[in-house]
């Protein structure tokens, strides 16, 4: 535990010193997408993770988020900052929702799955002919920088804020690996019957979970429009984002407190690359990106955690506790 | 040399014979010896992968047919031929990939920066153009959101679409005053995104201005994988006019399931159709887009220069699509502000194009004069596909074929 | 109210529609069945098949319902061999982690098609392409047709394959208790590899209908996926009858969603009926036969 905590002072600490070494926009832009995305994959992981629900409509919660955010902004004039949390909220009521409904009806595992990537269908049709929505054309937020406005002149800004959320991500997950709560949602995910038959309220800490996820997905929706500034169904609601956040949970480990976030710097990492590499034939770069996916899943079938923590075992690294979480 | 000007009448001769035989000396070196002037590094980036991948592929075609032209023809002669270097992107149709290639490219140093065809990413590529004070030379996006006037350093030669939309209708009233006047009836079929949804909101504004009726709207989604209800709708409103404005796949699925229906109507107009003023389309379904009508981009077709370029283009197997000569369009426009601002930096680049009056492009255009960094010269053209071809019916002083409307039986 | 007027030829047309969602929806229902998986390869499969129809019209001039034989073949081939080879071996048979992988698949297909054969679309120009047939309430194109007189051919012929054939009953027997069905001798991992080799050769025959009413790009695939899901889980995982009816009320439902709702909110219809099917009635309209 104590090396542990040495490790991540260091890595907080390096993380913190990144806009004052890195002077490329480039870079300094992609490491905050990496931050972003290991935040929203981190959402994502606590309802996949931990309490083993497995989603592919996070975009409904991403992109609630999002659209309340940019709504509020445009029609009322709202701070971005205090639009933020609305869009907590508004995440979290539709993870409530979906949730109640799901595991209500008892659907798990493939049937799950498809019921949210219904979820976000529907959401994705309704904000495509709303007006609040502009329909298919999108909302686009006016440029406004200052800090105040949660719009920054310079990559730093955008960086400090996704490192922040970043941090609260790790938080949550560590915290509900080392609590009872966390404890009895992953009952739940080992064996829901059993965790039942053992006085586990299975139907309450899903629900919980999937609010959870769904309030950090929303404020993740935020982050996004403030970022870039524009957003339509497909951004909000179409699969990109609900694959993305569960791709990054599974390739860096699941139900891992750093699984999500490693996931995120490796696949950014390999993408960029395969983009460099392969800049001018058209579609290759994805076409090896897909190749090394498929490596990825066959030669560490536990991600990059629990790759990691095979090799550290095999090096003699490891600690052989039992149970160990570290 | 304006130095020798200074020279005394008898130094003049000496001075000029040094430096006479100084430059033979040197032109006799072989070309690797003399100083290269540095290339002018230019960003382009369109959408090669994802969903615009075909527009995007045409994008760099056209954009790099001109970079070559320009190098080959002796590169930018202001800066002792310098060589543009184009720094190719790909933003894969996604806004979030387009942004973070954008930062690369300024990263890498680039002078100015053409693309990226999308109006969505354009949004945010300009935004971040502003911020670096980097010339954004727009190829197409035409989203009247991409150029502002808070966005100072960005730039487009051809026209948005609240300047075709306006154009298309009073051109179609002018089509349908040379036939007396015989079509009231409008339909409107659109895709429901921002191109479509977009300027249809712009049309409906303009229509009723000539008297038009509007008797149905139509938004549809992208993908549509079946017209056959839209297409009954039409056949029950019974308009005289169908208004088509979405993408080329669901353009001729459309059009082929009217046909297929037998449904026949005095003339279909499309603005920024996909599909009516694509030679693909003319190609593949010949009787089917005969005397389907377009407000489009366009070329010059009575431009000797616009058409060698089209003879070019098809040579290389391409279609000489829009997407093909705006870009080359762009490039020139830029190579041209580069001479002007005889430099490469960014701030003398802005400058040059904002004080552009071009003329040596091949579009259909009146003069250029840039406001707010839009070309208030640039104009759509309106086309309407006869034969095997497509042919520029309005404006009248670029018209290379007559109007047939209503379309015959 | 102008609806009413064509809600006539709107039902048929949906029915049109919805054959030919059945017959995309035929090879998922199959997997999807038997091996529990969700494939995100399926569109890009059927894309892969389109092309295969088209080169084979471009080429070698063949007509694309004469191409059946040869496409259904090449793609069980492909079918099989990506199972065998690929996905048991990368997924380490996880279900989230088959998922994963058929993702990666597509990610390769699709941008592979891009690569090879550009983001053009293609057409087949047929000399029938164009004919109708008058129904009287409705014109209906000869291409649709003979969709759906195929889907309703294939329906028949898959289903007769897993009831009354030995290799019908093995599928059936893994599907239902894959344990069991390896204790009294059958070789599940070839039984896993035959069944998506079928499932895939079904979009093989699909292909070959589809593209004389549609087109073919690297991107068409992803246009069906998702009703095909809708539909598979309406009619009940690994029934046929069962993903033939569900293509047909998708359609129909699609139609006149389109019709009263307007063609973008029409689209809602689908995923609420996907919704309600999930929660109320998982197993589908029509539970596969034990």
Known sequence: MGRNAVVGALALGLALAVPLIVQSGFWLNLLTLMLFFGYLGGSWNILGGYAGQFSFGHAAFFGTGAYVTAILQLSLGLNPWVTMLFAAAGGASVGLVTGFLSFRYGLRGSYFALITLAFSEVLRVLATTAKITNGGQGLVIPLRTGLGNFQFAGKAGYYYVALAMTLISLAAAWCIEHSRFGARLMAVRENEDAAEALGVNAFGHKLAAITISGMMAGAGGTFYVQMFFYVDPAIAYGPAMSVESLLVSIIGGMGTVAGPLLGSIVLHLVGDLTRKVLANAPGISLVLYGVLLILILRYLPNGLIGGARALAGRVGLGTARSGSTG | MDTLGKERDSQISRRQFVVATAATAVAAFPAVLRAQAAPVKVGIMHPITGFLAYSGNQCRAGALMAVEEINAGGGIKALGGAKIEPLLADNQSKVDVGASEFEKLNEAGISAFVGPYASAIGISTSQAATRYALPHVCDVTVSDRVVAKDKPTTFRFSPGYTSIAETAISRLDEINKSAGGIAKKVMMVHEESESGAGTQKMLAKELPKYGFDIVETVLHPNPTRDFSNIVLRIRARNPDILIIGNYYDEYVLLVRTLRQQQVRLKGIYSVLGGGASSFRFVRESAETAQHIMDTNHWYNPLNPKALDLRKRVEAKGLDFSYEVYLNYNAVMWLADSIERARSAKREAIVEALATSTWSGHILPYGPTKIVDGQNTGAMAATLQVQGNDIQVILPKQFASAKIVFPAPA | ?290
């Not at chain 3, 992988?101 to 164009?130: C, H, K, M």
């Not at chain 3, 209906?140 to 898959?158: E, G, P, Q, Y």
């Not at chain 3, 069962?242 to 689908?270: K, P, R, V, Y």
């Open chain 3, 1 to 290: 109210m102008l609806e009413l007027t064509i809600l006539a030829p709107a039902l048929i047309n949906g029915a049109m529609t919805g054959a030919v969602y059945a017959l995309i929806a035929l090879g998922l229902t199959l997997v999807f069945g038997v091996l529990h998986i969700i494939n995100f390869a399926h569109g890009s499969l059927l894309m892969v098949a389109m092309y295969g129809v088209f080169f084979l019209n471009r080429h070698l001039g063949l007509d694309p319902y004469l191409a059946i034989p040869i496409m259904t073949a090449a793609m069980f081939a492909l079918g099989f061999g990506l199972q065998k080879s690929v996905i048991s071996r990368a997924s380490h048979g996880r279900d989230e982690m088959i998922l994963l992988v058929t993702l990666g698949i597509s990610l390769i297909i699709e941008n592979l098609a891009l690569y090879l054969w550009s983001a053009d679309t293609r057409n087949v120009q047929l000399p029938y392409g164009f004919a109708v047939v008058n129904l009287g309430v409705a014109l209906v194109s000869r291409t649709r047709l003979i969709a759906f007189v195929a889907a309703v051919v294939l329906s028949a012929l898959l289903w007769l394959l897993i009831d009354r054939t030995d290799l019908g009953k093995a599928i059936r027997a893994v599907a239902r208790e894959k344990q069991g069905a390896r204790v009294v001798g059958i070789d599940v991992e070839h039984i896993y590899a035959m069944s998506f080799g079928i499932g895939v050769a079904c979009l093989g025959a699909a292909a070959c209908l589809l593209l004389p009413i549609y087109y073919v790009n690297p991107q068409v695939g992803n246009v069906f996926v998702l009703v095909a899901f809708t539909i598979v889980v309406l009619g009940g995982m690994g029934s046929f009858v069962g993903a033939f009816a569900g293509g047909i009320i998708i359609g129909i439902a699609e139609s006149l969603g389109g019709l009263f709702l307007g063609e973008s909110l029409g689209q809602i219809g689908i995923f609420l009926i996907f919704i309600a099917i999930l929660l109320f009635r998982p197993t589908g309209l029509f539970r596969a036969r034990a």
